[in-house]
């Protein structure tokens, strides 16, 4: 799948987004090694810790859908955002090869990886030294 529609889904996923409190509305689209697309947007609540981004409700919907193996993510925000830091985290766990395309609400995108938004993160390697 060419990056140009995976950001064509994560905008799709963005009018999803329920981002009530901040008007923030995030997107995600995630493309599995065997193709299939998996939308997240982000969920917010009153109690605002509560809140999950669209990044991590994409990655862990497709965990719970039986997918593991990922090629690539497509985020989309107003103004091209970048993911913050618990997503990066979320990410290097269960996607640490994946690439990873930034766009905004006009759908231009820049292309980047989760090692290069990561660097020497922590991961499962470490809990076992
Ligand atoms: N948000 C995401 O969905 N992903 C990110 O990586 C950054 C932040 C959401 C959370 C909240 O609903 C809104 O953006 C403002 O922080």
């Not at 009530?20 to 917010?44: F, H, K, M, Q, R």
């Not at 605002?48 to 991590?56: G, L, Q, S, V």
């Not at 989760?114 to 499962?124: K, N, R, W, Y």
């Amino acid at each position: 799948m060419l990056a140009e529609e995976l950001v064509e889904h994560a905008l799709i996923a963005r009018r999803r987004a329920y981002a009530p409190y901040s008007g923030y509305a995030v997107g995600a689209a995630l493309l599995t090694t065997d193709g299939a697309v998996i939308y997240g947007c982000n969920v917010e609540n009153a109690s605002y810790p509560a809140t999950i981004c669209a990044e991590r409700v994409a990655l862990t919907s497709a965990v719970a859908q039986g997918k593991r193996d990922f090629a690539a993510i497509a985020v989309a925000t107003q103004n091209a955002g970048s993911p913050c830091g618990i997503c990066r985290q979320v990410m290097a766990e269960l996607g640490p090869e994946m690439r990873v395309y930034l766009a905004d609400a006009a759908g231009n995108f820049s292309v980047t990886s989760v090692a290069e938004l990561l660097p020497d993160s922590f991961t499962g390697s470490d809990l076992r030294t």
